[in-house]
């Protein structure tokens, strides 16, 4: 890479995406100068122990005033107060973005309080895992994954493409589409799998003919992955419910619909139905192998017991 | 190890679990002989190219006759059919036992059939990967995962504790319950989870809103996991869903009342009590990893593509 994208990039949050856009930025010499602003002094000290930025700020307006980029690492429901509190200090022929699981809410919250004179270019990486705070980032985390980015109409050219020159340096691959897409796309993919896997881990908490020990103990046969992903951040997934609620209340209901089906079908030992559905879903899966969205390895949680037997 | 435990084993169906159970026999040296049958005949010729066992049978009669240990690794349905054909040329003495993951369903099936003269201890090896058929076994497979076994009252202890040993042979760890219970642990901690994945990679496929190339292409979001578990084989979930009834329709039936109170809560906007849920299932997910059933290392699924970038 010869010259930085950006001059100054200013993050305004830095847990698991800000911390992991900070490891890029750098890896990949994608800005001059990283400021880095989090609410929480906490965890700004922990920012700066980790080295994660060039100057480091508990005023947001003070980070992005200079910057060229200025990206919004924050839950969903704070966009609109975040960008009311920086409005002020941005510069003209800035470009606006964000890393939010929604983007018509996202888009709804922010446009109100920018000036017209920066580029709002509303983006997701569609990356993650179950860890959060500046501890959990990590490079490689964009590395062959999707970041999908929602301009709105008329928005300029030049700052699109920019900001996806950002995103191809970090490793993804950019995909444009409206945000009420987005947010369709990603109620069926993300969000209703998430609220599915918090609810099961849920309905096997409260049991009380099953102890909570026995669900551990023996969560290897399914029930584990789903705690893997009931495992993520509770603020931000509140804040994704609530803001893509009608997308997610439509899938809900058709995955209530189909559920129900599946369970008239177990009562009435209808075989055919199960069957035809689990061959289906089969070719599904072979769908996302053949287009490297994962391996085809099998996944039996205990990639380091493979090795090392630790018996207990 | 000194003497082998069994002189003759007889492995009946060959899939993920027979052949891993084929695998862990020799290398552990768990028996003299294995005796390997099949309804297919391609199945039993791979079987044999594998070099799984040391004696090959379509007469699934023929296989057991001799063999001090009998193990049934078929789906669940066909354990009535298969005890009926084998139980005249059981030896006196044997143990006869199975690996399914429902356990009063077997019981009622393969009891009628089985003479006095053999001990019945069923079991269940909690552990599974989604790929299935001969070439997916491996030896690592029961490698500190938990093996469940359901005899009933009246069992000879010392044909209990042989049948243990064997499965504390093959790495796992052995724990004693009744059938009943096991189907209500099962049901929630397996049965139910798969049941979802199945059913929400169908109600994905079938949108008319959102592409199915598009689910394919963003799946890393949630989705993806989902799929690796509906991928799992057909035919045995079937049988479970159908052999575990009750137990599946109960926890199915506090599933979708917990689900439905989620809903309700993301379409009048009551962030605190997706909030506190969210909260809640993260202590879960602790003592998974506390007990050992899971890593906290980050799954974001690409363990080859993070060192090999393959960009498309």
Redesign the interface.
């Known amino acids: 890479m010869s010259e930085p994208l950006f001059d100054r990039v200013a993050l305004i949050g830095i847990g698991l995406i800000g911390s992991s856009l900070a490891h890029n930025i750098r890896a990949h010499g994608l800005a001059r100068h990283i400021a880095i602003t989090t609410r929480r002094a906490e965890t700004l000290k922990r920012a700066e122990e980790l080295k994660l930025g060039d100057s480091y700020h508990l005023d947001a307006a003070e980070a992005v005033r200079g910057a060229d980029l200025v990206i919004l690492c924050v839950p969903v429901g704070s966009c609109g107060a975040v960008t009311k509190e920086i409005a002020g200090a941005l510069e003209p022929g800035a470009i606006v973005t964000d890393v939010g699981?929604v983007k018509g809410a996202v888009v709804q919250q922010m446009r109100p309080h920018l000036p017209e004179t920066v580029h709002f270019v509303p983006a997701h990486p569609?990356?993650?895992?179950?860890?959060s705070g500046p501890d959990?980032g990590f490079r490689?985390?964009f590395?062959?994954?999707?970041c999908?980015l929602t301009p709105p109409d008329g928005t300029d050219a030049e700052a699109i493409d920019r900001l996806k020159r950002f995103w191809e340096g970090c490793?993804s691959?950019v995909?444009i589409m409206t945000p009420d897409h987005h947010d369709?796309?990603?109620a069926?993919?993300?969000?209703?799998?998430?609220?599915?896997?918090?609810?099961?881990?849920?309905?096997?908490?409260?049991?009380e003919?099953?102890t909570?020990q026995?669900?551990?103990?023996?969560?290897?046969?399914?029930?584990?992955?789903?705690?893997?992903?009931?495992?993520?951040d509770?603020?931000m997934?509140?804040?994704v419910?609530?803001s893509n609620?009608e997308a997610?209340?439509e899938?809900?209901a058709?995955?209530?619909e189909?559920?129900?089906s599946?369970?008239r079908a177990?009562?009435w030992?209808d075989?055919d139905t199960?069957?035809e559905?689990?061959?289906?879903?089969?070719a599904?899966?072979?769908?996302?192998i053949e287009?490297?969205?994962?391996?085809a390895?099998?996944?039996?949680?205990?990639?380091?017991?493979?090795h090392e037997?630790?018996?207990?």
């Open positions: 699981s569609i990356a993650g895992t179950e860890q959990a490689e985390l590395e062959n994954r999707w999908i490793g691959t995909e369709l796309v990603l069926i993919v993300s969000h209703v799998p998430h609220l599915i896997a918090y609810n099961i881990v849920g309905t096997a908490a409260d049991l003919t099953v909570q026995e669900v551990v103990k023996f969560s290897a046969s399914g029930f584990r992955d789903f705690t893997r992903i009931a495992a993520s509770p603020t997934w509140r804040d419910f609530l609620r997610v209340l899938m809900l058709r995955f209530s189909d559920l129900a599946l369970q177990i009562r030992g075989g199960l069957f559905l689990f061959t289906r879903t089969r599904i899966r072979r769908g996302i287009a490297g969205q994962d391996t390895e099998p996944d039996f949680g205990r990639e380091h017991g493979r037997p630790e018996r207990k």
